[in-house]
């Protein structure tokens, strides 16, 4: 062991400040999960399913909140936004903040004359609905300072502030559970009043830093780059939110609690995705202003091999770890994985569509990508699900992400004619051939979930071959590094 320190010391200090931060992002969002799923097993069993739904369902209305607070004015202009005001940073970052504020205002303004009538939509009462509202303007503030960081690839303090919060959320939640009758209200106000504690005080960093509610510069710029993709936020989270919504709406609480669970362990990487993609898109952006986006390709298969090895691990595991963290009363949940899973492949392929949408501005067509998706998703669901099960909407997520990744490339190859950018940047038939293989493996591994030892001796001959390979795998994990 004492060998090997040096050696990964060494290597650390060889790669680039842009490697360091992506895999310094990954590794913070993997010691993220694993908290949060090393407390998920106490909740679960400390709450009932009902009481476990209720977070659920605030956990779902939290998504959309934040589109209308915000316009998702984090992400979207974000990234051109950093290049585009370098200089002024700062100044651009807190007026944003003044956009969300005067937005609440308005909210407010509209909910609170009629808030019986609103609750009874939203299914929660009228502090819940509050708590959203600081909840959304405390997380994107916090997003609007870590995405400044990432762009200055200065990783510690996101990941410093990322990990106390998280540890903070888990004790403070878990107090508030134990010391109250009310489990499923408390463990959302557990998580509302850590939120809030950080996120006020990164609301008012960004304030004093910038000094400026509003600039009508960057108000114009913002708002003028986002409203007109307000529609497709806004149907990506009904797109991911829907589904809990709806089964909550069919079904009831418990069993939007047990697809809840099962969603979140298929997705649990979806935040390593995001730390991957927030320190790649500078690094690709940066390559396509200097006329090099075809090196990106060996990148873009690299990084989807990396994912779809990772997602391959949560679903070969999916069985156990349930078991584990939910117990007998979540076991059915199992059977919603595998598509699921599928589906974050496919949010990373269409996500390398985006970036180049994103980057040369072209906003319509991501649009209507993201309004089919969504409508194919609702519809599916208002079908099956009453007919069927609920089990059935994983598999109306996976089919509408496919809809939606396929409606995304077609764009790109719509921007690449216009705007002359290479479409070697991305070597499409073996990201084709990855999913592909991907999916047969999935399916494969659901097909032997009640026969372990099968299951698990088709794992071993896979680490054998692995293992046997060892030296062409090493050679293309380096070059992907390399390239990046």
Known sequence: MTLSIPKLRQKWGSMSKEARASVAYALCSIVQKCISF????????????????????????????????T???AYGSFSPAMLKFEKDRDRYISSIQGIWLVLSGFFLMIYLPLQGFWNDILDLPTLFVIFLILETLSINSINLWSGKKRFD?????????TLLMSVANTAVSLAFVLLSEQKGAARIWGHVVVTAAFGIIIFSLNAV????VFHKEYWKYALGFNIPLLAY?????IFNQSDRLMINHYCGKGKAAIYGVA???AMVLIFVLNAINNSYVPWFYKKIKEGREEENAKVANGIAVL??????CIVIMAPEVILIIGGEKYAEAIWSIPPVAISLLLLFYAQLFINVQFYYEKKKDLVYASIGAAAANIILNAILIPHVNYIAAGYTTMISYIIFAAMNYYTMRKVAKESGFSMKALDIKMLLLIFIAFTAACFIMMATYKLIIVRYAIVLAGAIAAVIKRRELMKFVNNTVKHK
């Open 38 to 69: 090393i407390n998920m097993p106490i909740f679960t069993r400390l709450m009932s399913t009902d009481e476990y739904g209720e977070m659920t369902v605030y956990s779902s209305w939290s998504g959309i909140f934040s589109i209308v607070l």
């Open 71 to 73: 316009l998702n004015l």
């Open 153 to 161: 690839y200065e990783y510690k303090p996101v990941v410093a502030l």
């Open 209 to 212: 830093r910038g000094k400026s």
């Open 233 to 237: 936020y806004l149907s990506q989270m």
């Open 263 to 265: 969603y979140t362990w």
């Open 307 to 312: 994912m779809a090895g990772l997602i391959m």
